[in-house]
């Protein structure tokens, strides 16, 4: 079965600094990986994708993700938060060798930048 | 362009009412998908189209919940007998292609009373 941990419910980080929303994930053979970012009243909109090749993925609004395989995980990165980065961030994975499964996405994490 | 549009955006009915939920998806988009979100939680997967067809349905919770595509393109997500348990955001999502990243919409937050 397919899973994602995102350990942390709420992250929160001054303006300007780095910031890390972490993912871990569980599913049989080789995964596809997705991290989307939900605002108030908004659905949730695309960020990044790792399917394979190069293990650091840069995506929208200067974010980036870096597949680790050992660790099983898709830790979310920006170098430079801005409070309007702040809002619901969820993992999502799926299986390359399982033919159609669905897109299993995890608890969220609500990221919180402060001024 | 237009993105993806959910119907309506509130949904508020009485426990054992008949519910739909409307979807329209990106235009060109084969693969649609239905998704719920229950406070606290990520989405959910209950079904998805490639086409007019569902593909995989296996997330559907219970025989009162039914989707259809009928022409390839709009979607609807029906409910029977609503159940207070059956109050969340109701997600629907398009792609290119099955396995393409998913385009969604805003949502229907349905509150059965």
Do not use: M
């Amino acid at each position: 079965a397919q899973s994602v941990a995102q350990p942390e419910d709420q992250v929160n980080v001054a303006e300007g600094n780095p910031l890390t929303v972490k993912c871990t994930y569980s599913v049989s053979g080789n995964p596809y990986l997705f991290w989307y970012v939900q605002y108030p009243n908004r659905g949730l909109q695309f960020l990044l994708k790792y399917i394979t090749g190069d293990n650091l993925v840069k995506g929208s609004y200067g974010f980036e993700a870096e597949f680790n395989k050992s660790q099983t995980s898709f830790h979310l990165k920006k170098p430079s938060a801005l409070v309007s980065d702040s809002a619901l961030y969820f993992c999502a994975v799926r299986s390359q060798n399982s033919g159609n499964t669905p897109l299993v996405f995890g608890k969220g994490t609500r990221l919180s930048v402060i001024a | 362009g237009a993105g993806v549009s959910q119907t309506p955006s509130n949904k508020v009915t009485e426990k054992g009412k008949y519910v739909e939920l409307r979807c329209d998806p990106i235009s060109g988009h084969t693969a649609l998908y239905w998704y719920r979100q229950s406070l606290g939680q990520g989405p959910e997967f209950l079904i998805y189209f490639q086409g007019t067809g569902a593909a995989d349905d296996s997330g559907l919770p219970n025989d009162r919940f039914f989707a259809v595509r009928p022409e390839g393109s709009v979607s609807t997500l029906k409910i029977q007998r609503t159940e207070r348990g059956d109050s969340a955001v109701y997600l629907c999502a398009s792609s290119l292609n099955y396995g393409n990243e998913q385009f969604f919409g805003p949502g229907t937050r349905l509150t059965v009373l």
